[in-house]
């Protein structure tokens, strides 16, 4: 499988909102309800923040979002703040027993 | 807490081969989806492997790593391991091990990652 398609980098002013797609096929995105997003800090480990296409875990600020339209996967962070800073990753199950990352996406607030 | 501790990593010339482990503290191994993620230096995280929990515990692996690669777990341990031979220069990367819940299919729980460099 190749990896879901999302933007280089987003960048929003703090308190604004931004929306970072995802985009796959039908046979990943559009066919499971199993998109998964991470947060991750340079030289960190990723962190989940959004699971099953749009659930929050819990602890997950509720400025954080994510929806779902065909293939195409999105998460929304609104009230942007200074900590939102770093690397986006979407995941989607990709049927057969794996799992497809997206390219990634970095966030930059102004 | 919850936490998972990989080790293991190193500098590997290129034909040689790898094993990683990750100790698991606070959750039994045999009970979630455990995982390997890596990523190359300056790259996106890729997907390598998963060994399901329960009786079957099949495994799986993506198409970059598979007929080279082997996920195990040891639950008198509490560790996952992963072997990959044939090493190639990119297979070099941060290698995470991750905890998935079977309900959910996310990665809730991550390793710090192990550096691997497969050079001359």
């Known amino acids: 499988h190749s990896a879901l398609t999302q933007p280089a980098s987003v960048s929003g002013s703090p308190g604004q909102s931004i929306t970072i797609s995802c985009t796959g096929t039908s046979s990943d995105v559009g066919n499971y309800n199993l998109v998964s997003w991470y947060q991750q800090d340079p030289g960190r480990a990723p962190k989940l923040v959004i699971y099953e296409d749009n659930k929050r875990p819990s602890g997950v600020s509720n400025r954080f979002s994510g929806s779902k339209s065909g293939n195409t996967a999105s998460l929304t962070i609104s009230g942007l703040q200074t900590e939102d800073d770093g690397d986006y990753y979407c995941?989607?199950?990709?049927?057969?027993?794996?799992?497809?990352f997206g390219s990634g996406t970095k966030v930059t607030v102004l | 807490e919850v936490q998972l501790v990989e080790t293991g990593g190193g500098l590997i010339q290129p034909g040689g081969s790898l094993r990683l482990s990750c100790a698991a503290s606070r959750f039994s191994v045999s009970t979630y989806y455990m995982n390997w993620v890596r990523q190359a230096p300056g790259k996106g995280l890729e997907w390598v492997s998963v060994t399901y929990s329960g009786e079957n515990s099949n495994s799986y692996y993506s198409d970059s790593v598979k007929g080279r690669c082997t996920i195990s777990r040891d639950t008198s341990t509490n560790t996952l391991s992963l072997r990959l031979t044939s090493l190639r220069p990119e297979d070099t990367a941060v290698y995470y091990c991750?905890?998935?819940?079977?309900?959910?299919?996310?990665?809730?729980?991550w390793g710090q990652g192990t550096l691997v460099t497969v050079s001359s």
């Open positions: 991750a905890r998935m819940s079977p309900l959910t299919d996310a990665l809730d729980v």
């Open positions: 995941c989607s199950y990709a049927g057969g027993n794996t799992y497809v």
